[in-house]
């Protein structure tokens, strides 16, 4: 609340706070910093304003404060200089011309000047009185007064700590100011203690405490000190005492009584508050929805991190295992090569050693000088040399494998899939709605209609098309489909009075049908509370009274319906004869909702009636009507008109009744079965 006691130009509680014309409220000294000289151009203007209030007329006293946009003058033009502490920038007071009229005014203000509100920017020519010719707005101020009161006063009585804690409950019982800490320790809530009253402390808005000061002074008016206010001028939306309308200030006007408006309007502000209380109450839900949903939103937030760290490490496991896949098949390769090599090594190694000692021996054998010694051998030197010759084919003396490993890693694919390593959007699949939530405080019943209200629950992500509504049949039987569509309120009428239904709802979409919500139960009212029906009734039938009184503008008789109908229960009402004139045949009864309506009631076979029958003007007509007998009664001035007129009455039926010019009925429903018919009730399953 204390942003409302604040001030828009200097950020603190309000000082003397006067009301500007557009309704916002500004201090008394405040006001003096921001009001302006008008233009000369424009001073015509404001002084044909000011000029128009002191002519004393009704109409030109409400014209003394007249508003001025920014847009079609040059108030807000000025470029300002000064800004309040909460943003909002003000017109500072510019030095007043030497030998104007505004310069001598104590107030810094004259015919030719102006306010312009620091909240809407609207600005307000003042008139002669300047700055006192706007009302003080003493209900702020008070409120003002109670709130500092109630900031500063309260102390707890039983605190050790200097300076005291403030006071946050007050027991009734122990006449004693507690502060939290203390009411814990001190006056705890069980024992002895537990039947205590607790109540906010006297000082604070709401306390059981009187105000500092004692009764205000009641109000005078402004032009006459000595007269208190007593009527308010509905015209000039102001307060005005007895000496004003004397005076014919307000002649054109309209007037009413102070008292009375001030309830009219403490009703109207009520109504209003009640409204602002339900949206507050949504808007509480509204943040503990929110809240709930920063909660959750933490958590979730943690869990995906959690869930991305794990996928990212079950990634980089992965890329583990097929390095160490991969090193092993490089570490095979390279033994493979490394053991072709060696056997290659030693293969040629021996090849050349056992090549070379042939060759040094042939050489010895060369160096002997015996042709016969030679001869007996060189043949098989010569084969042997031969034999070692071809041992060295083609290709024995190149290498097997190549130093180069025939091994190319192709990382590229698995590069790029990590550079696109992204989230996707998250889509769920659509299935069938979650259950309905009934909405208990919106379900109601008037007569024998029933209303439903329900929504689906928060954070509902799959679609509904639209909803079915089941009721059963009153008497504890089967479900029936009584709505299909898509909106979340319905009103089923028609239904039998005195009877207990059961209701439930389920969603569907294009996936199937939802599950029902929880069952309500809904009693339809044991009595008919209806009027005459003017859509259905015939042209010449006047209905008057709310639609309980009938009469007609022919000389012809002419029927009216009621707008309830009957299948089911007893069911009494009354029709006053309240004109009775040169025996016009009125008469009483049900009919179908098809009866004629141009002949008297009970001509056709829609309609059963009673006619005459010692009806006179003043006299009173029961009709009973009975559909668990079957029967339809009547009864004149409280007594019964023989045995029932009419049996093996089924269907579904609406009070009628046809009357001519000469005839004027008002209807009484609402009402008890007489005492000679009534019936115990059944108990209920």
Same mark, same amino acid.
């Given at each position: ?279 507050? @109450?949504?808007? &509480? !839900?509204?943040?503990?929805? +929110? $809240?709930?949903?920063?909660? #959750? /939103?933490?958590?979730?937030? %943690? ?25 092993? @098949?490089?570490? &095979? !390769?390279?033994?493979?090569? +490394? $053991?072709?090599?060696?056997? #290659? /090594?030693?293969?040629?190694? %021996? ?335």
């Amino acid at each position: 609340m204390e942003e409302e006691l604040k001030c828009p130009v200097c950020g603190s509680l309000f000082r003397e706070p006067i009301i500007l014309p557009c309704s916002h409220n500004v201090c008394l000294p405040c006001a003096r910093t921001i009001a302006v000289q008008t233009p000369e151009r424009e001073q015509p203007e404001a002084e044909c304003a000011a000029g128009g209030g002191s002519g004393g007329g009704g109409g030109e006293h409400a014209d003394k404060l007249s508003l001025h946009s920014e847009s079609d003058s040059g108030y807000g033009s000025y470029t300002p200089s000064l800004k309040s502490p909460n943003g909002v920038r003000v017109l500072p007071l510019g030095p007043a011309p030497a030998g104007s009229s505004s310069a001598a005014l104590p107030r810094g203000a004259g015919p030719s000047s102006s306010l312009t509100c620091p909240q809407c920017h609207r600005s307000a020519s003042l008139d002669p009185r300047g700055l006192r010719g706007f009302p003080r707005n003493r209900l702020l101020e008070a409120i003002v007064q109670r709130y500092q009161q109630g900031r500063a006063a309260a102390k707890c009585q039983l605190c050790d700590r200097s300076p005291p804690e403030a006071a946050a409950v007050a027991c009734e019982q122990c006449e004693v100011l507690y502060c939290a800490a203390c009411q814990l320790k001190c006056h705890p809530t069980r024992g002895p203690f537990a039947k205590h009253r607790l109540l906010p402390p006297p000082s604070l808005p709401g306390g059981p405490g009187k105000a500092a000061g004692g009764a205000r002074k009641l109000p005078t008016c402004a032009d006459h000190e000595l007269e208190n206010y007593s009527m308010y001028c509905v015209s000039c939306a102001t307060p005005v005492c007895y000496q004003c309308l004397e005076e014919g200030k307000h002649g054109q006007h309209e007037v009413k009584a102070l008292g009375a408006m001030w309830k009219q309007h403490k009703t109207q502000l009520s109504q209003a508050l009640n409204g602002v209380s339900d949206k507050a @109450k949504e808007a &509480k !839900e509204f943040l503990v929805q +929110l $809240k709930n949903i920063l909660q #959750q /939103i933490q958590e979730n937030g %943690l869990d995906y991190e959690a869930c991305l760290v794990a996928q990212c490490d079950a990634l980089v496991d992965a890329l583990t295992r097929q390095k160490a896949k991969l090193l092993t @098949k490089v570490t &095979k !390769e390279r033994e493979h090569k +490394l $053991k072709v090599v060696w056997d #290659q /090594i030693n293969h040629c190694t %021996l090849k050349l050693r056992q090549s070379t000692g042939l060759m040094e021996y042939c050489l010895e054998v060369i160096k002997e000088n015996d042709p016969s010694g030679f001869l007996q051998i060189s043949d098989a030197l010569i084969k042997r040399v031969q034999v070692s010759q071809e041992q060295w084919v083609k290709g024995a003396l190149e290498p097997k494998v190549s130093a180069e490993f025939d091994l190319t890693l192709d990382s590229e694919p698995l590069l790029q899939s990590i550079h696109q390593l992204d989230f996707i959007q998250m889509k769920f699949p659509i299935t069938v709605p979650p259950v309905p939530l009934l909405q208990l405080e919106k379900c109601c019943t008037r007569n024998n209609s029933v209303t439903l209200a329900w929504r689906m629950p928060p954070f509902t992500h799959n679609p509904v098309e639209g909803y079915i509504l089941e009721l059963d049949d009153g008497d504890g039987g089967q479900f029936r489909e009584v709505y299909v569509g898509k909106e979340t309120l319905c009103t089923i009428d028609g239904l039998h009075f005195n009877s207990t239904y059961n209701a439930r709802v389920k969603a569907f979409n294009s996936s199937g049908v939802g599950p029902y919500s929880k069952t309500v139960v809904l009693q339809t009212s044991d009595v008919a509370w209806f009027t005459f029906d003017p859509s259905s009734a015939h042209r010449d039938i006047v209905l008057s009274n709310d639609n309980q009184t009938a009469t007609c503008s022919s000389y012809d008789d002419r029927v009216v319906l009621g707008t309830a109908a009957f299948s089911k229960g007893v069911h009494y009402w009354e029709l006053h004869v309240d004109r009775y004139d040169n025996h016009p045949d009125p008469a009483f009864g049900i009919a179908r909702i098809n009866v004629v309506k141009d002949m008297m009631l009970g001509k056709d076979d829609k309609a059963w009636a009673m006619t005459e029958g010692g009806v006179s003007k003043g006299a009173t007509v029961g009709v009973l009507l009975d559909l668990n007998k079957h029967s339809l009664t009547f009864y004149i001035n409280g007594q019964q008109q023989g045995p029932s007129a009419f049996e093996n009455v089924e269907g579904v039926f609406m009070p009628a009744l046809s009357l001519n010019r000469n005839v004027q009925v008002t209807l009484h429903t609402g009402l008890e079965v007489p005492q000679s018919v009534r019936q115990p009730k059944l108990p209920s399953n």
